[in-house]
């Protein structure tokens, strides 16, 4: 294993490499996603005369209710719990702004991009984390709960928006990126998860009509959606940990990267509110991060030289990547967070009234369907029943942190 020293060395130099020189508009990559030659929609629309296909989705994004329902859905502190903390719609936004500059730096579609990133969470439920795990075990009997399968559906199903078709009728593109936000789904490049438990339902039916390619990686835009999302949240659940105080900034000293970035801002502005501070080692952070990712991906587009999005999905290993050095930061930041942050008690606290308040609005609601609003009563077919179920799911993962507690509160208090 490299030591840390050497790690930081070559994160230095890989992020160096990147800024050297004056910024230079790059022109289109070979392997960049034309939307010329997009794929197309599952129901044939005529072309727009004034936006590209991938601008269109991104406009359907931004418009659709599910996106908009993000700012109230948790992202680590319940939606309620300030003002300052981000929701799941601060937090895509964010994505999308550093998934569009890393696109426009390696020449890629960034309308695709921003698309994907803007769209990658409308599938979480409510509650963030704790929500997810309390409506996966809800459904163990039905199928489960898996966000990535309930993206794909509130897009290509549950929104309600248009006269001819249900959902959105986004590219094969989008849709193949965020289905394979995480990787290939099926085959011997598929995460561990994946191989070991069965695909999600409607994953596999809507692969089956629409041939999604699970078993290769996404195009080059849709990894970068992905791993802006990992800049996006390492970083700012790195600031709004130390809002929320559950630890200092003198606890990450020993942070590869994350201690000396904080360590060197302190230093340079030593007279300053520790607010700025922080906020302007964020900022170094987030930029040394997406400098490594472009150098490293540059540096496997050189190596491979894909002459097309479908050469970067035939590749053996993502093209879109981390230097090795920043990867192994990553994962101890992950490491430090997962501790200190993600299971710290007040959060556990947190979580653990949100899993009992999805646990018991479903219970109920599967045992009563009645119960639910006739437009969601009219798709369930009795008590207990595998539709019912589905049903239940779609309506809880949909709701906003907010609605999730006052439905819990008309339905189960008595008061």
């Known amino acids: 294993m490299a030591k840390r020293g050497d790690r930081l060395e070559a994160v230095a130099k890989t992020a160096a490499e990147a800024r050297s020189g004056a910024f230079r508009e790059p022109g289109p990559a070979a392997f960049r996603t034309d939307w010329r030659d997009s794929r197309g929609r599952r129901f044939p629309e005529s072309e727009s005369p004034a936006r590209t296909p991938f601008q269109r989705d991104r406009d359907r ?30 937090h895509s936004l964010e994505v999308s702004q550093i ?19 803007l769209a990658h969470d409308v599938g979480h439920p409510p509650f963030g984390h704790a929500g997810e795990d309390a409506l996966d075990e809800a459904m163990r ?14 897009l290509t199903l549950l929104e309600i928006r248009y006269p001819r078709f249900d959902g959105l009728n986004l590219c094969w593109e989008t849709l193949e990126g965020l289905v394979k936000h995480n990787g290939p789904l099926r085959g011997s490049l598929a995460a561990a998860k994946y191989q070991r438990k069965n695909l999600p339902d409607y994953i596999v039916a809507f ?14 835009e849709a990894q970068i959606a992905a791993l802006a999302d990992d800049i996006a949240y390492n970083n700012h659940d790195i600031d709004d940990g130390l809002r929320a105080g559950l630890f200092a900034v003198g606890d990450l000293a020993e942070l590869p990267l994350v201690g000396p970035v904080f360590a060197e801002t302190g230093a340079e502005f030593p007279d300053i509110a520790p607010e700025r501070v922080i906020a302007e080692a964020i900022r170094r952070l987030i930029g040394i991060r997406v400098d490594d990712l472009v150098a490293e991906s540059a540096r496997r587009a050189a190596q491979f030289s894909p002459g097309s999005a479908d050469e970067v999905r035939a590749l053996p290993e993502p093209l879109i990547a981390f230097s090795p050095a920043m990867h192994a930061h990553e994962q101890e930041l992950r490491r430090f967070l997962f501790t200190r942050m993600y299971r710290h008690w007040k959060v556990n606290r947190m979580m653990s009234r949100a899993r009992r308040v999805v646990r018991e609005l479903f219970g109920l609601l599967l045992a009563e369907p009645d119960l639910l609003p006739p437009r969601w009563a009219a798709r369930t077919s009795g008590a207990g029943a595998q ?14 942190d907010a609605f999730c507690l006052s ?3 008309r339905l189960l208090h008595p008061d």
């Open 141 to 154: 009997d039905f199928g489960g709960f898996d966000h990535n399968a309930q993206t794909l559906k509130a």
């Open 61 to 90: 994004v931004v418009h659709a209710s599910a996106f908009r329902r993000l700012k109230g859905k948790t992202q680590v502190f319940l939606a309620h719990e300030g003002d300052h903390y981000r929701t799941r719609l601060t």
């Open 207 to 220: 692969d089956a009509e629409f041939g999604l390619g699970l078993d290769s990686f996404a195009g080059p």
């Open 407 to 409: 439905e819990h509160k």
């Open 99 to 117: 998934a569009r500059s890393v696109a426009r730096r390696l020449g890629l579609d960034e309308d695709l991009a921003e698309c994907l990133a």
């Open 387 to 400: 539709q019912t179920a589905a049903t239940v799911c779609d309506y809880i993962a949909g709701m906003t």
